[in-house]
């Protein structure tokens, strides 16, 4: 059963950076599509990107000028920046991977980080 | 972007009763479409996908159905640990979009 463990700072000042990690054990991390999703009180669950290990990457439209989503293989870690952050990307960050074969189905997902954005 | 529409807000039953729960898509997502248990404080869980497939380890009171705009999931006799937020999630269109939810609580 893979695990999905997420790290980074619950607290982030408006107009920084947003950083978070997702350490992934007991599977490869390149057979998959691996995803951020954040979930707010205001806009629910929201997807924001993937990467997969052949070089795609693929971000939500309304997102793509501030976010970027790395994979690194050697360690089997995956992470998120988020630039000029503001309130409204307050929320709780959920790294999850993506079904084998089926691409946008989400069948495993970290513990969730709350970031709270307030300076 | 296609809109999923879920209803009701909120389901109150009782353990041992049946649920039905509903999800409408603004335009046809074929059989993409997904349902998700959430409980507080946790990440939701995957139950059913591709409209009627049922997930790894989900107990067989979970169905669901539908295609094209219209879909169901239903709990044939609720447990008490099935009293929890349920979003339905397409993957036809990008990007993948999720409900806004249906809670199921306690009557």
């Known amino acids: 059963q893979v695990q999905l463990h997420q790290s980074g700072p619950g607290l982030v000042k408006p107009l920084e950076t947003l950083s978070l990690t997702c350490s992934v054990s007991?599977?490869?991390?390149?057979?998959?599509?691996w995803n951020w999703i954040r979930q707010s009180p205001g806009k629910g669950l929201e997807w924001i990107g993937h990467v997969h290990q052949s070089g795609y990457i693929n971000y939500k439209p309304s997102l793509e000028s501030r976010v970027n989503i790395s994979l690194d293989t050697s360690k089997n870690q995956f992470s998120l920046n988020m630039t000029s952050v503001t309130a409204a990307d307050t929320a709780v960050y959920f790294c999850?991977?993506?079904?084998?074969?089926?691409?946008?189905?989400?069948?495993?997902w970290g513990q969730g980080t709350l970031v709270t954005v307030s300076s | 972007e296609i809109v999923l529409t879920q209803s009701p807000a909120t389901l109150s039953l009782s353990p041992g009763e049946r649920a039905t729960l509903s999800c409408r898509a603004s335009?046809?997502?074929?059989?993409?479409l997904a349902w998700y248990q959430q409980k507080p404080g946790q990440a939701p869980r995957l139950l059913i996908y591709d409209a009627s497939k049922t997930a790894t380890g989900i107990p067989a009171r979970f169905s669901g159905s539908g295609s094209g705009t219209d879909f169901t999931l239903t709990i044939s006799s609720l447990e008490p640990e099935d009293f929890a937020v349920y979003y339905c999630?397409?993957?036809?269109?990008?990007?993948?979009?999720f409900g806004q939810g249906t809670k199921l609580e306690i009557k």
């Open positions: 999850v991977r993506s079904m084998r074969g089926r691409n946008g189905l989400f069948d495993n």
């Open positions: 999630q397409q993957r036809s269109s990008w990007p993948p979009i």
């Open positions: 335009q046809s997502v074929s059989t993409y």
């Open positions: 007991a599977d490869s991390i390149s057979s998959y599509y």
